[in-house]
C-alpha cells in the first residue's frame, strides 16, 4: 500500500489509528529509500564508501515525502548510517522521534564496483540469491538477506503491537527489506519493481505463530 492509498482509506475511514489496530498486525513498517545524490543523477555506482550528501532534488524529494507522512506518528525510526540516508531521515521526522543508526541498513558492499558507471553493474548477477554471486568483490546478496532478516527479528522483538516504524535505507537494503516483509519466493526475479530516490511504501508485520 503506498502513501496515497493510505491516505485514501483513513479519509474514508475517518480514522487513522483503525490501520494499525486490526486483529494478527504487530506493527507498521514504513520503508524509504534516501533522496537523490549527484552519484544518483549521474548513474554512478554508490555503495558504502560513496558518502555523498543529498543534492537539491534529493532534498526536495525529502521534502514533498515529509508532508505526505506528517499526520503518521512513529514510534521509532532507523537508518543507515551513511549521510544521505541519514539526512533523509532527519528531513523526514526532525525531532518528532529519535532516530537509530544501524549498521544492518548500510548499503550493498559494491568492491571494486565503487564509483563505477552503473552500466559496470550486471544487475540480474548481482540479485540472483542462489547464484549468491561475489565477484568484483560485491557483498553476496545472500550475506545483505542475513542482515536485514537479523535487524527484522530485533524489530518484533524490541517493539510492542501496533507500533509504528520509519526505516531509511538504501535501494539494495529496501528492496531486500521489501522481499522478507513479504515473504518472497527467493526464487523468483527479485528485481519486478522500481526503488526510485525516495520511495515510501506500508508495509504490515504480521505476528510470528
Not at 543523477?41 to 543534492?55: D, E, P
Not at 537508518?79 to 533523509?88: H, K
Request: with cysteine; proline share 1%; net charge positive.
Amino acid at each position: 500500500m503506498d502513501i496515497k492509498t493510505l491516505e485514501f482509506i483513513e479519509k474514508k475511514n475517518g480514522n487513522k489509528q483503525s490501520l494499525r489496530t486490526r486483529k494478527g498486525i504487530t506493527m507498521k513498517i514504513y520503508l524509504v529509500r534516501h533522496g537523490e545524490t549527484d552519484a544518483n543523477k549521474n548513474h554512478i555506482m554508490q555503495g558504502q564508501s560513496q558518502n555523498l550528501q543529498l543534492n537539491e532534488n534529493g532534498i526536495k524529494q525529502a521534502m514533498e515525502l515529509k508532508s505526505k507522512l506528517k499526520n503518521i506518528k512513529f514510534d521509532s525510526c532507523f537508518t543507515s548510517p551513511l549521510i544521505r540516508a541519514w539526512s533523509t531521515a532527519m528531513i523526514l521526522v526532525g525531532d518528532r522521534v529519535e532516530i537509530k543508526e544501524d549498521k544492518r541498513l548500510i548499503e550493498r558492499g559494491l568492491g571494486k564496483l565503487e564509483g563505477k558507471d552503473r552500466k559496470a553493474y550486471d544487475v540480474k548477477k548481482y540479485w540472483d540469491y542462489y547464484l549468491n554471486s561475489n565477484d568484483q568483490e560485491v557483498e553476496p546478496i545472500q550475506d545483505i538477506f542475513s542482515r536485514c532478516n537479523s535487524f527484522i527479528k530485533d524489530i518484533r522483538k524490541s517493539y510492542s503491537n501496533n507500533a509504528t516504524i520509519l526505516i531509511v535505507s538504501h535501494g539494495a537494503i529496501t528492496r531486500c527489506l521489501h522481499h522478507i516483509l513479504k515473504n518472497s519466493n527467493l526464487n523468483n526475479n527479485l528485481l519486478d519493481f522500481k526503488i526510485e530516490n525516495c520511495y515510501c511504501k506500508e508495509y504490515e508485520l504480521k505476528k510470528e505463530e
